[in-house]
């Protein structure tokens, strides 16, 4: 993962989760479960 401002982790957490929620709309289940698992990396580290 970029180096990212910890400040910047919740406005990207709601991104990554909107773009989750699209792709799985969509069913395009394997992004969404990449998108998923980048989530819960960022989350452990906030």
């Keep these: 993962m970029k180096k990212i401002p910890k400040d ?7 991104e990554l989760t909107g773009q989750m929620e ?8 394997e992004k969404a479960a ?7 990396e960022i989350r ?3």
């Design 22 to 29: 699209l792709h799985s709309a969509n069913l395009e289940f």
């Design 8 to 14: 910047e982790y919740p406005t990207l957490v709601k």
């Design 44 to 46: 452990q580290t906030m």
């Design 34 to 40: 990449q998108l998923r698992d980048l989530i819960a």
